[in-house]
């Protein structure tokens, strides 16, 4: 009764507001957001001894033309860079897959030059010596890890959507699918030890999901949570788990 004396002694322009709002919140359609395999597998290995890993070392995967596509656009116009980038990010993200799977030692070789010039810095003597960077002690690799992204590709039924924008929405089921190759490579005979390869495919409906955010972000070696991420990271590990299988104890 309290309320509903407070209610009425609004005035009548703002109680007729606050009614029209109260019946369009109430009658406003609910959305639900339905998963269907957005998640992340784990790994099915068994954790390698340290001093049984293989030393790997991962230079930037090779994108092939074409294999981009968002919706029905190919993305070969964005050019090399755009192709470059992609293929440093992604391997970026192996990399950390890769360490996760607790099978193998990596060797850092993108950022190697600030490492040499930590090693520099200790010889100039102005470093104490106890705590200096010994030269020459940098961890050869074993195996050279060369990965493609061979398919790469991000659909939406049930309605629209706008290329590196804003993809999907409500009623739409968003599909993102992933396919990536690596090869474990011997660094002294260059002998092809183990193959892998990982296709992923996730799904979700009623989505909305921001292309131009992700492609930023994997250019760069970051994911988040979305079906594109999870699609990116679920084929490495999947890659990686087929080619450990294969490779021959160290």
Known sequence: MKGRAIFLHVRL????????????VACAPA?????TG???HEFDLE?????????IAVPSFTVGAGSVRIGSVDLSGEGEE?????????????????????????????????????????QSGRVNPE???????????????????????????GGGGKVLGIFGGSAET????????????DTITAEIMAIGRGVSEVSQRNVSVD???????LRVGRTGTTIVDYAVRNAIRSAIQNAARSLPLK
Do not use: C, W
Request: charged residues 20%; glycine residues 6%; proline residues 2%.
């Open 13 to 24: 322009p703002l109680r007729l507001a606050l009614t029209g709002l109260i019946f369009v």
């Open 31 to 35: 959305v639900t957001v339905e998963h």
């Open 38 to 40: 957005a998640s992340l």
């Open 47 to 55: 954790s390698v001894p340290r001093d049984q890993r293989y030393v």
């Open 82 to 122: 755009f192709y470059k980038e992609l293929g440093s990010g992604v391997a970026d993200i192996f990399i950390a897959e890769a360490y996760e799977s607790q099978q193998f030692r990596i060797t850092e070789r993108a950022e190697i030059d600030k490492i040499l010039q930590e090693q520099d810095l200790a």
């Open 131 to 157: 705590t200096a960077a010994a030269v020459g002690r940098i961890e050869g690799a074993e195996l050279m890890v060369l990965g493609s992204v061979s398919e790469f590709g991000v659909q939406t039924t």
């Open 174 to 185: 968003v599909t993102a699918r992933v396919a990536v190759e690596i090869r474990f490579v």
């Open 211 to 217: 292309i131009a955010n992700v492609m930023t972000n």
